[in-house]
């Protein structure tokens, strides 16, 4: 070795050092929390419970949310001055991201729509940034869509409420009238009936109530229609004691009896009769409702289904996607019928859903 050549130092070794074990369950359940924190969108109650998931799964200096307003909540230290406000400003102007790693703000598009911002403080990398965004803009999609189905639901109850017959309601009160003198008490039990079945199709009710309460509503209505009718009208009602306290959808069972008598029995010169039964079939709630009335082809009825019925028809529709959008595509509505030869309709319904819980 020559002399001026200094002799080679052996390289120190560095301690060799794990990381500790990415856990998948536990970033799967905060992903799950951060998406039901925003189930209220940008202005709910769970806005705050989000960033601060957001910020664990970034593991970020801060995260941020603001909606359309530019109003803002943070998890961790805020970035101190305006920047992060001008970002914010530039971003909801142009739609697209702006700023850079330590502070980047995104846009969040739901249905190409402009829906709020994420701010990200702190060195994170630019994939995790994307998949935070997506991860936000599902969350948001999902709390659109159940919006407008509870938006679409409460409208459907609606429709169903404005269908009470003008013609049943005159012809009611015609016959209670004409009761007052001749049989004083029969008219005060029948303005009973007819005060309770408004208040009961009319009045604000919960999402659901019991097959009790609805069947309740039916014998209200049948009574009247009775009275309407006379002896055209013929009645059997049989309810299992086991399902009355089971949980239904709010006014499903009762625009049933009513199709049956209005479309059913009335228009037949000689009346008819309808049967309405309710028991258990295992896990299930069967009730039927079933007329010896006129009928109608099955492709009608089966157009009636798919909403397709004529103007103003409604109820049977309306009923089924309520009940397939609370069960599930395996429940709703079977229709069995044919001319001059009455119509049966089945509704099956889970004993006990999750969820599904009367007032």
Do not use: Q
């Given at each position: 070795m020559p002399d001026d050549e200094e002799p080679t130092r052996p390289r120190a070794r560095l301690p060799f050092v794990r990381r500790p074990p990415v856990d998948p369950a536990g970033v799967l359940a905060a992903a799950r929390r951060v998406t039901d924190d925003l189930a209220t969108g940008l202005t709910g109650a769970g806005v705050a419970s989000a960033t601060r998931g957001l910020r664990r799964l970034l593991d970020a200096d801060a995260v941020g949310l603001a909606d359309l307003s530019g109003r803002s909540t943070w998890a961790g230290p805020v970035p101190s001055?305006?920047?992060?406000?001008?970002?914010?400003?530039?971003?909801?102007?142009?739609?697209?991201?702006?700023?850079?790693?330590?502070?980047?703000?995104?846009?969040?598009?739901?249905?190409?729509?402009?829906?709020g911002t994420l701010l990200i403080a702190g060195k994170v990398p630019a994939r995790a940034t994307r998949e935070a965004t997506e991860l936000v803009v599902a969350a948001l999609r999902r709390a659109r869509l159940e919006a407008s189905a509870e938006h679409a639901a409460r409208a459907e109850l609606r429709a169903l409420r404005a269908e009470i017959s003008p013609h049943f309601v005159y012809n009611a009160l015609t016959v209670i009238a004409a009761l007052v003198h001749s049989d004083p008490e029969r008219s005060h039990e029948l303005m009973l009936d007819f005060a309770d079945y408004n208040r009961y199709s009319l009045a604000r009710h919960g999402e659901y109530t019991t097959v009790a309460e609805e069947f309740h509503a039916i014998e209200t209505y049948l009574a009247l229609q009775r009275a309407v009718l006379g002896e055209r009208l013929r009645v059997q009602v049989r309810v299992a004691p086991e399902v009355l306290a089971v949980a239904i959808p709010y006014l499903v069972l009762q625009p049933l009896v009513e199709n049956a008598v209005r479309h059913g029995v009335e228009p037949r010169a000689a009346g008819g009769l309808v049967q309405v039964r309710g028991e258990a079939e295992g896990g299930d709630c069967v009730i039927t409702v079933d007329d010896d009335g006129v009928g109608m082809a099955p492709a009608h009825a089966e157009a009636i289904l798919a909403g397709r019925g004529p103007e103003g028809s409604v109820g049977l529709s309306n009923v089924d996607r309520r009940l397939r959008t609370v069960y599930g595509s395996w429940y709703g509505l079977v229709v069995e019928t044919e001319r001059d030869a009455g119509t049966k309709v089945v509704v099956r319904m889970p004993m006990f859903a999750p969820g599904v819980v009367a007032p």
């Open positions: 001055g305006t920047r992060w406000a001008a970002l914010v400003d530039e971003v909801m102007h142009s739609e697209t991201s702006a700023g850079r790693p330590p502070l980047v703000v995104l846009p969040l598009h739901v249905h190409d729509e402009l829906a």
